[in-house]
């Protein structure tokens, strides 16, 4: 019993010395991460683009589902054009309801009223007269009166980044489009993580037919052009939001295969390792326990690496018409839909969203590079 008693206060001591050691690194790399201005500033432009694809339709000016409020007679606006709005208030109680804060966050919510754009108008005893705007020069615009009592409002809207062919708000889709940008990223690195790191570790673990098998398996894969996979495979499922995360997630874990392959490979001959196999620890825990910890930091790096690639699979595949698809906003999409537009004046349409993706897939790519520095020991 004493020496049970020994051996169980001897592993507590070489779990808690392990714990301590892999916190110290823990901020050993934090602290140096920290010293990385791009790194950081990377960091910082991606948490910003995470919480505006969070809060959603919170955020964005046009609130309406899709962000797809369309006027017609206001396409084509320069950034920073201003429009007025009377805002009649003639729809039924039923269209007059709003969803609450979570459901309006999520998926957005219909105008309570009639917003019809105008160029001029003036009160006229009970009544507002207007005249509607129709963008040409002279305006030459429809008069209406409208009731006192039925206009709800008359507001001037700012449109940031202007507005696109058919009248909406582009930096509303700017803003709504970055939730497809980033949860394929992170559902197809989902997806990449679990086939890649099970793969490459058994491979590497094993060795002898199962990774000569693997690596046959991955070589296959590698041989094929990235995006006639995803294409080939976006067809096989259809065209649709989900389809995309499957077909970008199963194009993107032959990286990470390689990387845990050699990583395993490496320290799978370690004492500590050997030492699993003479107490008769099970494959599954080695492997996960005991190995796998040990290269999350290469894992982390070769993952924002990915993340940033599919994001341009997903915009690429968009811009093809196979991605999502309409109403849904992608930013892929806009660059399609506008592109006609940069031999024209209004060559905004398609440089904001194709910046967008510059931004984000730039900052993956910096934060990954600063975390790999910080990882560095030999640094």
Not at 191 to 207: C, E, F, P, V, W
Request: one cysteine or more.
């Amino acid at each position: 019993m004493q020496i049970m008693h020994l051996f169980k206060r001897h592993r507590k001591f070489v779990k808690d010395e392990a714990t301590q050691e892999s916190t110290s690194l823990d901020k050993m790399a934090w602290k140096r991460l920290r010293k990385n201005k791009l790194a950081m500033t990377s960091l910082v432009v991606i948490g910003l683009f995470v919480l505006i694809a969070i809060l959603g339709y919170l955020v964005t000016p046009d609130h309406t589902p899709y962000c797809n409020q369309q006027y017609l007679e206001l396409a084509t606006m320069k950034p920073f054009s201003k429009a007025t709005f009377l805002c009649i208030d003639n729809l039924p109680e039923s269209q007059k309801q709003q969803p609450n804060f979570f459901k309006r966050m999520v998926e957005g919510a219909p105008l309570p009223y009639t917003a019809v754009p105008i160029f001029s108008y003036q009160e006229v005893g009970d009544s507002i007269v207007a005249e509607t705007f129709t963008g040409s020069s002279p305006n030459d615009g429809e008069r209406i009166a409208v009731a006192k009592k039925e206009v709800a409002k008359i507001k001037t809207r700012t449109f940031v980044f202007g507005t696109d062919s058919y009248g909406r708000d582009v930096l509303s889709q700017i803003l709504i489009g970055s939730r497809v940008s980033l949860s394929v990223g992170f559902i197809a690195i989902i997806i990449a993580l679990l086939i890649g790191i099970t793969l490459g570790a058994l491979a590497a673990y094993y060795g002898g037919w199962v990774d000569n098998l693997i690596v046959w398996f991955i070589n296959v894969v590698w041989s094929i052009p990235t995006v006639l996979l995803v294409i080939a495979i976006t067809f096989a499922l259809g065209k649709g939001f989900w389809q995309v995360f499957i077909a970008v997630g199963l194009t993107m874990w032959v990286d990470i295969a390689r990387v845990v392959r050699g990583q395993v490979f490496s320290i799978k001959e370690k004492e500590y390792i050997e030492a699993t196999r003479a107490l008769g620890f099970s494959t599954f825990r080695t492997i996960f326990r005991h190995i796998l910890p040990n290269i999350t930091g290469a894992i982390i790096v070769v993952a924002t690496s990915n993340f940033a690639s599919a994001i341009l699979l997903e915009a690429g595949l968009s811009f093809l018409g196979i991605g999502v698809q309409p109403p849904m906003v992608s930013w892929g999409s806009m660059v399609k839909e506008n592109y006609g537009y940069l031999l024209l004046d209004s060559a905004h349409l398609a440089f904001i969203p194709g910046i967008a993706i510059m931004i984000i897939v730039l900052a993956f790519m910096l934060l990954g590079n600063g975390i790999r520095d910080a990882l560095d020991i030999k640094a």
